[in-house]
């Protein structure tokens, strides 16, 4: 990726002459539709707590990689489906049943984990309000079950507010450039993902012991250890998406090397 400075001066200038033509209906119109949308996104909070009576925000499938619940990676046969319920993207595996949504007044495929949520919720009363098949299944045959191994490291999600930074950057693999997700946590380790919204990381550094080298003109950052020979070798490289975060890259990693605590840097 290429990051260039330009100017918008040209372009505001537009903008405004544009702004100035438009009739007084569109503005209105325009208002109207921006407070439609406020008046939802301030009713979610209260709609989110009745299970299946909003639409959920639909994660988009190029934010994950794999199965946001088995952590099973995607592929051609392998696809991706998305919790009506939930917005979550999981495989055909972890959402085979279906739950009765009333925001869109029928049955839709679920995940297990909303399946579960939703069945509890209407087990005291002895309903059959949601199932994969209403004639045959009993909600209160429905157990729950752990779907990924917390013990495992790999196992933590992409975007984490607990992160110390975390980012997009290009790495080199067989001689190709890959885009990946990269954060650091206050474990002291370089996490790598696929895809931020990954819920396992594809693999891990250990950061204590290295020495961090940066180039400020391509916005590259490498790790390096020095050999028994006294020469430094190159274990990690990356180039930022963001060279604006350089800084703040540089500093985390520097602090987790030498086993220095930095505090959570809030995501956007």
Request: proline share 4%; with cysteine.
């Amino acid at each position: 990726p290429h990051t260039s400075h330009t100017s918008h001066t040209f372009h505001s200038l537009h903008t405004q002459q544009l702004v100035c033509s438009v009739p007084y209906q569109a503005f209105r119109r325009a208002i109207d539709a921006h407070q439609k949308i406020a008046n939802t996104l301030k009713t979610l909070p209260t709609l989110t707590g009745d299970f299946g009576s909003c639409a959920p925000i639909m994660v988009p499938d190029k934010n994950v990689t794999m199965c946001q619940l088995c952590a099973e990676l995607f592929t051609t046969t392998f696809r991706r489906h998305h919790c009506r319920a939930c917005g979550k993207v999981v495989c055909g595996n972890c959402s085979q049943k279906k739950a009765y949504l009333a925001y869109n007044s029928k049955y839709e495929r679920v995940c297990e984990v909303c399946y579960v949520s939703a069945s509890r919720r209407r087990a005291n009363s002895y309903t059959t309000a949601i199932t994969s098949d209403p004639q045959k299944e009993d909600l209160r045959d429905v157990c729950d079950s752990t779907l990924l191994d917390n013990s495992d490291i790999l196992h933590t999600k992409g975007f984490d507010t607990s992160a110390a930074v975390a980012g997009y950057v290009w790495i080199m693999d067989k001689k190709r450039s890959v885009k990946m997700w990269y954060h650091v946590k206050k474990d002291f380790v370089l996490y790598k993902f696929k895809a931020h919204e990954d819920v396992k990381a594809v693999g891990t550094v250990p950061l204590p012991g290295f020495i961090v080298k940066s180039d400020l003109e391509t916005a590259t950052i490498s790790l390096v250890h020095e050999s028994i020979k006294k020469e430094f070798v190159v274990h990690e490289s990356f180039k930022l998406e963001n060279p604006a975060d350089l800084d703040k890259w540089i500093t985390v990693l520097c602090k987790a090397t030498q086993l220095q605590v930095v505090p959570p840097i809030p995501l956007q």
